[in-house]
């Protein structure tokens, strides 16, 4: 069990359950009993600014901590998204997601801190979910700053801060199957700019992974969500600077222990 989880407690409010670390617990469970949803309450709220994943996600201030934290109502992706919607058999995706949280950032892996979930009941014994994070201000995904919609963070230190993230991912043996622009956050720190990888829940780890194993897997991923990104929404990622944040990446990797038998 991860420190995160071991920590957590839940909490039946009505119909639905609330889980979170100590210092949130309270203020999530009130605003559920008072709300109905985290989501709804937050949606409410006055908003410092615009986020967006697959449905809006929301800024609020917890009212009696004093914690800002982003709001996310889950819903599923792929093809059968349409099919299911928000609807998730229990425990949901939520608890594996606040227990990699808490398992990377103990790693040396930057993510954002998962601090609580909520249960709702749902039609056929299915629940829709809510997921409670801890809010980076300025921060911004790869996909805006690669658009130029993020002043804080030009791209060439984005690109840089994201090789970074890619190389302590790769002597970890994590790779993440949905590594896209959306996924890796950018935030301006006292030393530079650091990347976090988000949307942890289906991250695969193994150590024993050898690290040329783990970029390949992850560099193929976020280029392919370059390209894309570039066809869609548009940004300055030729082709030929593409290849050469990949070659970047993949030479920066600490070379392979000697298989010297001699």
Wanted: net charge positive.
């Amino acid at each position: 069990m991860s420190p995160q989880l071991s920590t957590a407690h839940t909490r039946a409010v009505g119909r639905a359950d609330v889980t979170g670390v100590p210092v949130v617990l309270d203020d999530l469970a009130t605003i559920v009993g008072a709300h109905d949803t985290l989501y709804d309450w937050a949606a409410e709220q006055p908003q410092p600014r615009a986020l967006r994943g697959r449905a809006p996600v929301y800024v609020a201030t917890l009212p009696t901590c004093g914690i800002p934290v982003v709001v996310r109502h889950g819903w599923h992706g792929g093809v059968l998204a349409p099919l299911t919607a928000d609807r998730f058999r229990r425990p949901t995706r939520a608890p594996r997601e606040m227990a990699r949280s808490a398992e990377l950032r103990a790693a040396g892996i930057p993510t954002t801190e998962v601090l609580g979930f909520a249960r709702y009941p749902a039609v056929m014994g299915l629940c829709h979910v809510d997921v409670v994070t801890r809010y980076l201000a300025d921060a911004a995904d790869l996909g805006m700053v690669l658009a130029g919609l993020a002043p804080t963070v030009d791209g060439e230190t984005a690109l840089a801060a994201t090789q970074q993230l890619l190389l302590r991912l790769a002597a970890r043996g994590v790779v993440h199957p949905d590594l896209n622009v959306k996924n890796i956050l950018l935030r301006p720190t006292a030393d530079g700019v650091e990347a976090l990888i988000i949307d942890v829940d289906v991250v695969r780890w193994d150590a024993q992974r050898p690290p040329i194993d783990t970029m390949r897997a992850n560099i193929a991923r976020l280029t392919r969500s370059v390209r894309k990104w570039r066809a869609q929404f548009g940004c300055d990622m030729t082709d030929e600077r593409i290849a050469a944040f990949r070659d970047a990446v993949m030479a920066a990797l600490p070379a392979a222990p000697s298989s010297d038998t001699r």
